[in-house]
């Protein structure tokens, strides 16, 4: 069985989306992590909130029954957004916004592995109005809803995803479309757009 490793996003200076390539760097202490079960409140003070460390840990989309652990990744050596170490859990693009601030926040996971099922190989049955949480290292959440999926090929150009905006927003990728033996990728990539809810 070919392994289908949820290649997916962008080289951000051409603002492009190529394959990524598994990176062997171990996995950041913060991304090792496992958010605690806290009490999650709706809203914490200015003061609180100058001290929070709002780094997500955890993504929660019970539409799907995912409930992942987050890693911070950033760039492979050749300006790839990185992947996550664990099938299991997802990759939060930390050279970008944090979910919740204003700008798109982006998380890529897996669709499939090579002993099956990922984090992500049910993402493409969201649907508009499911909710997306994510579980920050303060203990607070902040919840999205899905606006929109689509599907472009693979090395549609997407600068968008890194356009400065002033709305919280999130974007879910993970790869679709069939195997490409020549790129060792996947011909597509599906994106799932949520809005700060």
């Known amino acids: 069985m070919v392994v289908t490793l949820c290649l997916v996003l962008a080289a951000v200076a051409n603002q492009v989306i190529v394959p990524f390539q598994p990176s062997l760097a171990p996995a950041a202490a913060a991304a090792s992590r496992i958010a605690p079960q806290l009490d999650r409140p709706d809203a914490i003070g200015p003061e609180a909130a100058a001290l929070a460390d709002t780094t ?28 996550a170490l664990d099938y299991r859990n997802v990759a939060w693009y930390d050279l970008g916004p944090r979910p919740g601030e ?5 998380i890529n996971g897996h669709v499939n592995w090579w002993t099956g099922s990922a984090v992500f190989t049910s993402l493409a049955r969201v649907r508009s109005g499911d909710r997306i949480e994510v579980v ?13 999926k689509r599907v472009v090929a693979a090395s549609t150009r997407i600068g968008s995803l ?11 990728i993970t790869c679709t479309g069939v195997w490409d033996s020549m790129t060792f990728s996947d011909t597509q990539r ?5 809005v700060l809810a």
């Open 136 to 148: 920050r290292a303060d203990g607070t959440a902040v919840w999205f809803r899905v606006t929109a």
């Open 102 to 106: 204003p700008g798109n926040a982006i």
């Open 56 to 83: 997500p840990l955890r993504l929660v989309i019970p539409s799907i029954s995912v409930d992942a652990r987050v890693e911070s990744r950033g760039l492979t050596r050749s300006r790839n957004l990185d992947t």
């Open 162 to 172: 890194f356009a400065p905006s002033a709305v919280p927003t999130l974007t879910l």
């Open 190 to 194: 599906l994106l799932v757009s949520a």
